[in-house]
Structure formats: structure tokens, C-alpha cells
């Protein structure tokens, strides 16, 4: 009698097979706003979302940068990180320690725009 096998089961979480994703952030700062300058408020920035790295497990990768050039069409601040899939853009973005950034963002920020992209 020949041995039968367990059928072959392969198990699969489909968040797994979408495609990795870049996110883009960049904002022009209010000059004198809560007394700071537009680069002082770029360099509290960076040094916040540099701190996430470690603390939003979603990320995968994160550079921020400062501008350099300061040209009219400049904008003070970029941001870009890295994440699975969308879903894994979604719990960055709600993780508390963003949510903390974002708050102060939406008072500091004279603009911020934002691309959101998959990774071939």
C-alpha cells in the first residue's frame, strides 16, 4: 500500500506580492512661524523624522534632506521613505510617533506636497 501525501497547501498573504512603495514628502516652512525660521523648522524636521528609523517598523528605508540652493522654486524639506505596500504606508502614517510630526507639521508648513509611487 503506497503512503499517501498531505495535499501540497501554499499559503500565501497577498500584501506580500504587491509591489514595494516610495513615498515623497516636501514642504516650503512659514518664516516665523513659532518664532523659527523656515530652516530652523527644516532642521527640527529632519532630526524628528531621522528619529523614527528604529521606532515605525514599517520603514524600510528613510533619508531626509535639507535644502541647500534656497531658490525661489526650492522647497526647504524632502522627505523619503520606503514601505512594503500601501497598507504598510497606512500604519506608518497612523503610527503615533508620525501622527506626533504631522500635528506640528500642519502649523510650521506653508506647503507640503506629496508622490507616492511603486517600485518596479
Not at 513615498?23 to 518664532?35: L, N, Q, S, T
Not at 525660521?37 to 531626509?64: F, N, Y
Not at 534656497?70 to 522627505?79: K, N
Request: some cysteine; overall charge positive.
Amino acid at each position: 500500500m503506497q503512503r499517501q501525501r498531505p495535499p501540497f497547501r501554499l499559503h500565501l498573504r497577498l500584501t506580500h506580492l504587491l509591489p514595494m512603495l516610495k513615498h515623497i514628502v516636501m514642504w516650503r516652512f512659514k518664516d516665523g512661524a513659532e518664532g523659527q525660521s523656515a530652516t530652523q523648522h527644516a532642521a527640527w524636521m529632519k532630526q524628528q523624522l531621522d528619529a523614527l528609523v528604529g521606532v515605525v517598523p514599517e520603514i524600510r528605508s528613510l533619508e531626509c534632506g535639507i535644502d541647500v540652493l534656497r531658490t525661489p522654486v526650492s522647497f526647504d524639506a524632502v522627505l523619503t521613505v520606503v514601505v512594503d505596500n500601501i497598507e504598510a504606508l497606512s500604519r506608518y502614517a497612523n503610527h503615533p510617533a508620525h501622527l506626533k510630526i504631522a500635528e506640528r507639521a500642519k502649523l510650521i508648513a506653508d506647503t507640503r506636497v506629496a508622490v507616492d509611487y511603486t517600485l518596479d
